[in-house]
């Protein structure tokens, strides 16, 4: 593939299904990159925008992220529910050379959990194939995981709060312990457990 800079459209469909038991998925923030970058590292502390997704599911920060490249974004028109996908469309068009995908989403049955994809190199994709992944669920570490009703938006509770209350790192989540196995203060029931990957994710090339 030339990845020489030239004036183009790179279109690309992308298709994130719930593999999960009972964790809706926020509404998708869905990024693609003329030049790659990260919306998270792991050890490193998130950003206010993925802290907003991360706590109370919003996208919007993550979409109106600036850079000094080319890109594309796509919002999720809703809930993923479990067993369910949804499909977006996005596209990047100038002097490109190199494409990079970044994704994210909420699992609302959590204090900060989220999970997606962050540069994730398309570049050499040609047009009608396909890239298939499977995610897992990170911990934006930036709310303790008590699992109490009035923290978890799944269960009507609050969403973003700007003051940090954990490591400050992001990292692999630790999963839910829930009042099944004797956290008696969690909202959360074995039914909100998940295993990894909690995600799959389908990248096609349409031009």
Known sequence: VDRRQRQMCIRDRVT?????????????????????????????????????????????????VENDYLEGTASGQGLIM????????????GNVSEAYLSLATMLVNTNDGFSG????????????????????????????????????????GEGFNAERLDSNKVSRHPGVVGNDDGYADSVLTSSHKFDNPAVSLTITRLN
């Open 16 to 64: 994130v299904s719930n593999l999960t038991h009972n964790q809706p998925l926020s509404p998708l923030a869905v990024l693609l990159h003329s030049e790659q970058t990260h919306l998270w590292t792991i050890g490193s502390a998130a950003s206010v925008a993925l802290e907003d997704l991360a706590e109370g599911g919003s996208n919007a920060a993550l979409l109106a």
């Open 117 to 156: 994809v962050t540069g994730f190199d398309v570049s050499d994709l040609s047009v009608g194939a396909s890239k298939a992944l499977t995610l897992s669920v990170y911990d934006a570490g930036t709310e303790n995981n008590n699992e109490l009703a009035n923290t978890i938006p799944g269960q009507m």
């Open 82 to 93: 479990p067993g369910a996908n949804e499909t977006v469309t996005l596209s990047i068009s």
